[in-house]
C-alpha cells in the first residue's frame, strides 16, 4: 500500500493560503500537479514523494547515497568470499 | 527514473544478499507489514535470493484487505443511490462484500467511478452540484491527510454535496494485536515506510521494548527491503531490539508536522474493526464532530448489512502471518483472483493474490 | 487484548453479469469465451485460439479475422479509432503470415456525435488502408440512442492470402524457440490512459498504432523459419505470452531486464500503478523462431522502422508448460501470470 513516487520540482504556484500551494512535478518525463500542502519547505528543483496527488517529503539526496557507500565500502573491503554453513 | 532505477540495481541487491548470507546463523522470520512491499518482494522475486534461513511472512499491511464486509456493503448501498457518484481507488472496486462489490454495482448501473486522488473526487463534486459525490475513504496513515485535506478544502469552499466514507486503519495498534496474540512467530518488523513518512517512528519505540522486537522502518525497493531485512537480522544476531530506519531517505523519527496536525484537525481515533482479524480498540480514524457532516454514513443514514460467515476463507490466519496462502485449502482451488473468497485474494496487494500472480503455488 | 474473531464472512459473488473485467484481455475473457461462445460455435474444432482463422479454399489458403473497437478518447496522441480500425485487423492477418487485402467496416453511431468529427476518423481510415495497401470494399452503418453509445464503434473484419509456406500458430511453437518483442511496450495504453486522466507529459508519448505486415513480410521474404506471430494488444505482452505457452504446452522464460520500455512508459505506469508488461499495444508482436535464426531475424526486423527496437526476450521451454516465468531485474524470478480481469491501478 502507500504508493508513493519520487518526482522532480520543476514549477511551483503560490497562494495566499500556504496549504493550497501547488507544484509542477515532473517523474522521467511525465508532469502532473500536485499539492505542497504538507511540504511548506519545497523548493524547484527538490525531490519529493507523491502519494495520491500529495507529496509527503522531500527527499533527502544525502541519506538516499548513504546505502551505495556502505556497499561500495563493503567491496572493498570483503574481498574473500567466506560461506560458513 | 531517478530515486527508483538505482534500488533495483541486481549488483547491489547480489553484494547485500552475499553479506545478509554471512550474517545469518540462525532462522528468523521476519514480517513485513505493508502490501505495497509484499507486492515488490514477491514481484522481484526477492524471497528467492534471500538464505533460507529467513523466512519472509506478510502482515495485514493491505487497507483493502482488511477493510470489514459491512462497509463495503454500506459503499455498494451508497453507490447504488442514483444521486450518487461513488469514487474510489482502483483496488477497492473488486473487493467483495456480503453480497456485491462496487464493480458488479457498476456493472447493474451505479455511478462508480475510479479516481487516484481525494482532490479528484473534489472537483466533481464542484462540476456536479446537482450530485451527491461520495470519496471511498481507505487508507493507512499515509492516506489520511490527503482525505483531512479533501475535507477541509470542502468546508472551506462550503461544497454541501461532498462526503467520505471513511475506512482508515492505524498500524501501530495491528501490529499490538499480532505481537499479543498467543500463536505469535514473529522475531521482527519491516514498518511500512511511507506510513512512517507521515507518522514518523517515534510509536513504535515502546512496542519493540515491550515485546523485545526489532522494528526497522523500511522503504519499498528491492534495495530498500533488503537493507531492511539486514538491519533487522543484524539486531536479532546481535540479541538487540530496537526501532531503526532503514528509508532515511524518506522517513524523519517526528514524521511529517503539518501532515498529521490536518489529520488529527479532521479526525480522531477510533475503535475499527479488521476484516479476519475482529475489532482492535482504538486502531482506526474518524471524522471528528465538527467534521460530521463530510461522513456519508450519517449523511446516508446507511443501515448494518447483515453478514454471513464463510468458513473456508483463512484470511485472518493470512493476515496474521500465521498460515500462508498456499495453506488454505481453498487456495487457487475455490479462491482465485477471478472468483475471491476473500479480500487479501482481491487486492493486487494482498498476500493471496500477490502469491497466486507470481507463482507460489505448491502444485504450479 | 481483543479476541480474534478468525473468520472471513464473504460469499463468493454470483457472477451472472457481464463486467469490464470481461473485456480485458485476461484470465475473464478467456472464460467468458470458453464458456459462453465455444460452447455454441464449436464446430469444426479449430486447434488452439489464434488471432484469426485460416481456411483452405479450392487450394488458397486464406485468412479470414474480425475485431470491434471500442476505444475512448475517439482521438489520441498517435492515432484515432479509425486507424486503431484499419491496423488492428490487418495485424491480426499479418499474425497468420497472410498479406492483407480486402477489409469490411460496420459503423455504429451515437446519435449527437459531431459529424466533423466522423469525417476526422474516416479520412484517417483511408490513409491506413492506403498505408497498408488494402482496400475497403464493404460496410455498414447504424445510429443508436443518445447515450447508448460511445461515439463510435467499429467493426471490421478481413481477408488475407497466406504467404508463410507452414501453418503459423502456437502449435508450431517447440523447445528451444527464441522469443522476440518487435519494439517497446506500452505507449498505446499510456497514450490513451495520458488523455483521460489528464496527464501531460514533457514530451508526449504518442500510441505505437501500426501496421505490421511489413516486418512479418521481411520475415517471409527472408526465408525465415517462423514458427509462431502475436501482436500484442489488450493484456499486454503478459497475456499473449500465456495464451502461446497453454496453446502449445510448453514453457516460457523471459528476463525483465530484456524488455524494451522507454522510460516515458516506464514513468507513467510508476504513478498510475501499472505494469508495462500488462499495457496494451496497438503496433507490436512477439515472434517464436528456432533459436538458430533469433540473430538473423532481429537483424531483418530491425531494418524495418516498425520494428526498429526489435529485442530477444526469451526462450521456449520443454518443462513448465503453459507458465510463463520471468527473471527480474535483480535476478530473482516469479510467474508472470494471465491478468484476471482488467489491470486496476494500484493506489495504495
Partial sequence: ?85 | MKFVDEYRDAGAVGRLTQELARRVTRPWTIMEVCGGQTHTIVKSGLEGLLPPAITLVHGPGCPVCVTPVELIDKAVAIASRPEVIFCSFGDMLRVPGSRSSLLEAKAAGADVRMVYSPLDALKLARANPGREVVFFAVGFETTAPANAMGVWQAEREGLANFSILVAHVLVPPAIEAILSSPNRRIDAFLAAGHVCTVMGYEEYEPIAQRYRVPIVVTGFEPLDLLEGIFMAVAQLEDGRAEVENQYRRAVRREGNRPAQQRVAEVFEVSARKWRGIGEIPSSGLRLRERYRRFDAETRFGVAEAGIEEAGECIAGLVLQGIKKPFECPAFGARCTPETPLGAPMVSSEGACAAYYHYGKRPHA | MPEFNLTCPVIAPAGDRVLMAHGGGGRLMHQLIERVFLLEFSSPPRGPLHDGAVLRLDGLRLAFTTDSYVVRPLEFPGGDIGNLAVYGTVNDLAMCGARPLYLSAGFILEEGLEMETLRRVVRSMREAAARVGVALVTGDTKVVDRGKGDGIFINTAGVGLVEAPVEIGPAAVRAGDAVIVSGDLGAHGVAVLSVREGLEFASPVVSDAAPLWEPVAALLKAGLEVHCLRDLTRGGLASALNEIAAGAGAGIEIREAAVPVTEAVQGACEILGLDPLYVANEGRFVAFLPEREAERALVVLRTQAVSAAAARIGTVTAAGRGVVTLTSRIGGRRVLDMLSGEQLPRIC
Fill in chain 1, 1 to 85: 500500500m502507500c504508493l508513493a513516487v519520487p518526482g522532480k520540482i520543476v514549477g511551483i504556484e503560490e497562494q495566499e493560503e500556504a496549504s493550497l500551494r501547488r507544484a509542477t512535478v515532473d517523474f522521467g518525463g511525465i508532469r502532473k500537479e500536485v499539492s505542497l500542502a504538507f511540504t511548506p519547505e519545497a523548493a524547484p528543483g527538490d525531490y519529493v514523494l507523491v502519494h495520491v496527488g500529495f507529496a509527503l517529503n522531500v527527499v533527502d539526496e544525502g541519506e538516499a547515497q548513504k546505502i551505495f557507500e556502505m556497499l561500495r565500502e563493503m567491496e572493498e573491503l570483503g574481498g574473500q568470499e567466506e560461506s560458513s554453513p
